[in-house]
């Protein structure tokens, strides 16, 4: 159901994730080349678990409990992967491996922020269902 405010706010954490991610690189390492997620596996697991959860929780719309629910999950797995972008863009800072941070690190937080705008959609509507069925 796309005329859903928390439909269009899935959509775009999964634009952030799934696709951004695939054309933004996540740092330049000191040779000057760009560091795309793909070249480590654990990034590439965690991204199409994220990118997997949107999926689902957009599909999943009749089910508003079951859509909040794997949207705190998809939240969690974006905190642990913007936790591993952080500890790897400080651990290996300077000039060592990691030369310029790119905005793809900062893509973690757009979909979190996302999520949790669809949270509260999702939590309104169930409030709006509820309120009816006690008029019944």
Do not use: C, H
């Not at 859509?67 to 591993?84: A, D, H, K, S, Y």
Request: hydrophobic fraction near 55%.
């Amino acid at each position: 159901m796309i005329q859903r405010i928390q439909t269009v706010y899935l959509i775009l954490a999964f634009a952030a994730t799934g696709i951004l991610m695939l054309f933004v690189p996540l740092w330049t390492t000191a040779a000057g080349k760009p560091f795309f997620f793909m070249q480590d596996q654990l990034y590439t697991v965690l991204l199409g678990l994220t990118t997997m959860l949107s999926i689902i929780s957009i599909i999943s719309f009749k089910k508003r409990q079951n859509q909040f629910v794997l949207n705190r999950l998809n939240i969690i797995l974006n905190l642990i992967l913007l936790g591993l972008f952080v500890y790897r863009s400080l651990n290996l800072s300077g000039e060592a491996e990691v030369s310029e941070k790119g905005i793809g690190m900062f893509m973690p937080i757009v979909a979190i922020v996302l999520l949790v705008l669809a949270n509260k959609a999702i939590k309104k509507d169930e409030d709006l269902v509820k309120s009816v069925d006690r008029l019944r």
